[in-house]
Structure formats: structure tokens, C-alpha cells
């Protein structure tokens, strides 16, 4: 489910920069909100589920890291023929990041992992308040989630998510009077970095509160939505750059120069994935996309329809 909403909030961030192949546009969908922000929680989930798959691959088979490098050359793979149509997209650092800090951290103790974790997401908040370093960051505090078992329990509870998104809530209201106030008197020189962290703290509160609203009457109706994009998040997230430029291109829509004009298509985009991604998992265990991917990374082909009960 978050997943698919991160999923929903990078095509309205993007949309008009997707149209445009990465050129100046009139107005940003999302106004003061950065085209990155749905990103940390794709980053976030990307490290969770690379732990969970190395625990899976090491009781599968005798070398699960070549089972982990497989998956992220293929997604390297992926990534370069997708940056032919959008130049922004996300999947080769992903991949990058992936080999060079999130494979060779599987050698490390918890604690060291964590605690690179807690070094490196500083660290790109302070030199230029996101890319390579909050991505590795970012892997690298999924997986230690996973091993320290906070995962495990996440569904468990609600106290939890609620009283750390209080906690992102507090420091996103100091963050935004930090950024007011210097933007009042002109100072610069941590303006960006402020900033970002106010970005990063309200994922925080998004992420809390939604995992507080899935331990509510309102989950069945979030998973309803969510849950369909985000269990095929890389076959929607590739065919959403082939949908906006055929509108951009085929249609003549003006999404570049017009704001409304892109709301309309990202919701049009968005719906259509919705109802295919739904109609497809009826049938199938996952995407056409994340099937090929899971192909590659066992070297064997897995099965792609469901099991059908007499």
C-alpha cells in the first residue's frame, strides 16, 4: 500500500518533467513539493525488501548474494533502456547504490549497518539534500529495520507509528520555522538543507499516518486503492513514461505548459493502471514486469498464473 502511494505522488511530481524530457516546465504539479519526495519511501521499501529477500535466498540456496546481485543487475538493465524515454528516472542509481553499499553491507553486523545508516542520511541532507547518498542511506535503514525485527512487529502496532510520526510532526514544524525565517532574513547557506529535512521529516508523518490508518476501519478501503499499483509498482512506473509521452506526443496534450492539463492525464494514467493492475492480479501472482525480474534474478522461471481450486 505505500508502495503504490509513493507510486501515485512521483508521476504527479514528475509528470510535467516526463513530458518535457527533463526541460524547464511553467508550473510544478506539486508547487513548493519536490519531485523526489515520494522517493524515500521507494527507498525505504527497496532496502526492507532486499533483507527480506537475502533471508529468503539464504534457506533457498548455497550463494543467495549472487541471487542479489542478479536482481540488481537486471534492474540495472532495465533502468538504461528506460532512460532512453526519461532521463530522470530513478532504477540505475537504485541499482548503483545497490551493488556498491547495500550488497556489501549484508557482511556487516546490525549495528553497522544502522549506524551507516544514521551517518550517511545526514550527511546528504547536509551536502546537497538528497540523491546517491540519501538513496544508500535510505537502503541501508530498510535492511536494518529488517534485522533488528522491527518489521516483524510493524503490523502489530499502533502505538508505535503514532507517537514517531508525532515526533516527525514536531520536527517538520521546526524544520518549516527554520526555512521561514531564514528565508525572511536571506540567509542561503543551509536553506536547501533545512529544506530537505522538512521534505524528509513529512514523509515520516505520511508513512506514520498511514500505517496508523491501516490499524483502522479505513484499511480495507486503502488497500482497495493502494495495493493494486503498488504490487506492480515496476510495471506501472515503466508504462507511466510510455503513457505520458503517448499523450504528450500521439495526443498533442499539453502537459508541460499546462497544469491542469497534467492533473488530468496523471489521474487518467493512474486510474488505467489502477483497473489494469487489479484485473491482472485476479489471474496472475504479480506484474508482467516483476515476473521477468524474478525470472532473472532465480535463473529459472517462476510461475506466473495463480493456482486454480476445484
Known sequence: MLRGFALCEILLANIQLMATGGSAVVA???????????????????????????????????????????????????????????????????????????????WLPRWATAGLAAALIPAALISSGGGPL??????????????????????RSTRGPLLLG?????????????????????????????SSLADLLLVGVYVCGLLVLLRTPLRPALRFVFAPLGRMALTNYLTATLLVLAAGHILGLPIGRSLTTAYWTAGAILTAQWLFSTLWLRRYRQGPIEWLWRWATWAHRPPLGRARTS
Open 28 to 106: 510544478q504539479p506539486m508547487g513548493d513539493w519536490d519531485p523526489w519526495l515520494g522517493l524515500p519511501i521507494f527507498s525505504l521499501l527497496f532496502g526492507i525488501g532486499f533483507a527480506l529477500l537475502l533471508d529468503s535466498a539464504a534457506s533457498r540456496v548455497p550463494r543467495p548474494r549472487l541471487v542479489l546481485l542478479r536482481r540488481l543487475g537486471t534492474l540495472l538493465a532495465i533502468g538504461l533502456v528506460h532512460m532512453l524515454l526519461w532521463p530522470g528516472e530513478i532504477l540505475t542509481d537504485y541499482a548503483v547504490v545497490g551493488i556498491l553499499v547495500l550488497l556489501p553491507s549484508t
Open 166 to 194: 508525532l515526533v516527525f510532526a514536531a520536527g517538520l514544524a521546526s524544520a518549516l520555522w527554520a526555512r521561514d525565517s531564514m528565508r525572511a532574513v536571506g540567509a542561503t547557506t543551509y536553506l536547501s538543507s533545512v
Open 134 to 155: 540519501l538513496i544508500a542511506g535510505l537502503f541501508l535503514l530498510g535492511s536494518a529495520l529488517v534485522r533488528y525485527g522491527v518489521i516483524e512487529q510493524i503490523e
